[in-house]
């Protein structure tokens, strides 16, 4: 392995102040560890509120990484040196409380690692060149993808886990509120699910033009969703609502678009405390369901629905950037007046 600039990789050190870390020595994989050559590495809302907050470990900033295994510790039997792979999560291990209560689709070892915890989570995410990890944390990727779906895996898997967690019928009214990556992923897995009709609900022309393209045809501004979802069910209110913009104050409205009996299932991640009408939910007896990251399993899913093209991530890729442009990336993102949806770090340039 090389010895001279063997890695580089980006990490944050206060509100809005990212540093540029040159190593001169290439990482070592740990017994049952491995070293991947990033190839890419997305950059979502999480990483840009990690950015502006620097309240993120430091594992996650930067947890939409793919790329290639250059070395693996004497211990490691599920990857091979030259396999491509992305960042995921290890199966249930069968040991954490979770597990030996039988809630094994709970792992605690998994929901650590997903959020960077772990006691071998790495120094530094994905916005670098080089990253020594766990085995656990790499899934190998399919022959049928190409390096740019790869680096979109992650968020396709997060909304496959929450899609899969709502378990809605079949011929659902569906509404999916927001049509960034997550909104409009979440839409794709809905519509893979059985959903009768879906519709999309996103102030942004151009988010409004990327679902239009993505064949939904009920493709809204928030100001008629109502009267469109009234048209269309009757006056009842959707079956099922998928909240993806995260923003708190949206709760209670998105809550009353749901019918009597419906399911309110909750994908952004408010960054603030959300105040809503228990009673509202209790008396209208509304399933309420959370969900965050994924499980091991879900990778499978995610990956077969890209291989077999029902779910289209490449139309989300809207830009490429080297670690030198990272912080004015985030700046643009975080100003709200980015024409971009799913921009891609590539740690080679």
Same mark, same amino acid.
Request: hydrophobic share 40%; aromatic share 6%; proline share 5%.
């Given at each position: 392995?090389?010895?001279?600039?063997?890695?580089?990789?980006?990490?944050?050190?206060?509100?809005?102040?990212?540093?540029?870390?040159?190593?001169?020595?290439? !990482?070592?994989?740990?017994? &049952? +560890?491995? /070293?991947? $050559?990033?190839?890419?590495?997305?950059?979502?809302?999480?990483?840009?509120?990690?950015?502006?907050?620097?309240?993120?470990?430091?594992?996650?900033?930067?947890?939409?990484?793919?790329?290639?295994?250059?070395a693996i510790g004497s211990g490691v039997t599920t990857v091979t040196v030259g396999q491509r792979v992305v960042a995921g999560v290890g199966p249930a291990c069968g040991k954490c409380p979770?597990?030996?209560?039988?809630?094994?689709?709970?792992?605690?070892?998994?929901?650590?690692?997903?959020?960077?915890?772990?006691?071998?989570? !790495?120094?530094?995410?994905? &916005? +670098?060149? /080089?990253? $020594?990890?766990?085995?656990?944390?790499?899934v190998p990727v399919p022959d049928a993808l190409s390096d740019e779906e790869a680096a979109l895996v992650e968020p396709a898997t997060v909304t496959f886990h929450a899609v899969k967690r709502t378990a809605m019928k079949v011929g659902s009214t569906v509404v999916v509120q927001g049509a960034g990556p997550i909104g409009l992923l979440t839409a794709q897995h809905a519509r893979n699910s059985g959903a009768g009709r879906v519709i999309v609900s996103e102030p942004s022309q151009a988010r409004r033009d990327a679902a239009v393209k993505l064949w939904f045809r009920d493709v809204v501004e928030p100001s008629e969703l109502a009267d469109v979802l009234k048209a269309a069910t009757n006056g009842l209110g959707a079956d099922v609502l998928f909240e993806c913009t995260g923003v708190a104050q949206l709760f209670q409205p998105s809550a009353e678009l749901v019918r009597r009996g419906g399911i309110l299932s909750l994908l952004g991640y408010p960054g603030t405390d959300s105040q809503v009408s228990y009673g509202d939910w209790q008396s209208r007896?509304?399933?309420?369901?959370?969900?965050?990251?994924?499980?091991?399993?879900?990778?499978?899913?995610?990956?077969?629905?890209?291989?077999?093209?029902?779910?289209?991530?490449?139309?989300?890729?809207?830009?490429t950037i080297g670690l030198g442009e990272l912080t004015a990336m985030f700046d643009e993102l975080d100003s709200g007046k980015s024409v971009h949806a799913k921009v891609l770090v590539d740690p080679r340039r």
């Open positions: 392995m090389p010895e001279t600039n063997a890695n580089r990789y980006v990490h944050i050190v206060a509100p809005k102040q990212a540093e540029t870390v040159e190593e001169t020595r290439m !990482p070592e994989p740990s017994e &049952f +560890g491995v /070293v991947v $050559a990033i190839t890419y590495c997305g950059i979502c809302a999480t990483d840009t509120h990690g950015y502006a907050s620097a309240a993120l470990p430091p594992a996650v900033f930067g947890h939409e990484w793919t790329g290639k295994v250059l979770m597990c030996t209560a039988g809630h094994a689709a709970h792992c605690d070892l998994a929901f650590a690692e997903a959020n960077g915890i772990t006691d071998d989570a !790495p120094v530094h995410g994905g &916005f +670098g060149t /080089v990253l $020594a990890v766990s085995e656990r944390r790499v007896e509304l399933t309420v369901i959370g969900s965050l990251a994924y499980s091991h399993e879900d990778f499978v899913g995610s990956m077969t629905a890209i291989a077999e093209g029902r779910v289209d991530v490449l139309s989300l890729h809207t830009g």
